[in-house]
Nanobody
Framework: QVQLLDSGGGLVQAGGSLRLSCVAS????????MGWFRQAPGKEREFVAA????????NYADSVKGRFTVSRDNAKNTVALQMNSLKPEDTAVYYC?????????????????WGQGTQVTVSS
């Protein structure tokens, strides 16, 4: 089994920055890719970014390209999401996810494990 603990959310003004973290524990050797998704009230969960553990291959949603950066620390089994130039439309609960498979997939159904979520609120 794998456990994911995501953290780092909060309240920030538009234009500000936040850094989310996700720590994986348990059978982490079975994981190949980590992803971040978000879900705003009344909306479906959507892909934000993903990174592969081995080569660090990344994938980003168009809405966050150039503003968000996903990174990983293999030694600490940690993935981070640096969010800059935040906008009110970035407000959502952000979820860390993990999957076996090296392609940083944008589909939520491709991920096997999920964190509990962390709230990000961007005020205008």
């Amino acid at each position: 089994q794998v456990q994911l603990l995501d953290s780092g959310g909060g309240l920030v003004q538009a234009g500000g920055s936040l850094r989310l973290s996700c720590v994986a524990s348990g059978r982490t050797f079975s994981l190949d890719t980590m992803g971040w998704f978000r879900q705003a009230p009344g909306k479906e969960r959507e892909f934000v970014a993903a990174i592969s553990w081995d080569y660090g291959t990344t994938n980003y949603a168009d809405s966050v390209k150039g503003r968000f950066t996903v990174s990983r620390d293999n030694a600490k089994n940690t993935v981070a999401l640096q969010m800059n130039s935040l906008k009110p439309e970035d407000t959502a609960v952000y979820y860390c996810a993990a999957r076996a498979g090296r392609t940083p997939q944008p589909l939520a159904t491709m991920y096997d494990y999920w964190g509990q979520g962390t709230q990000v609120t961007v005020s205008s």
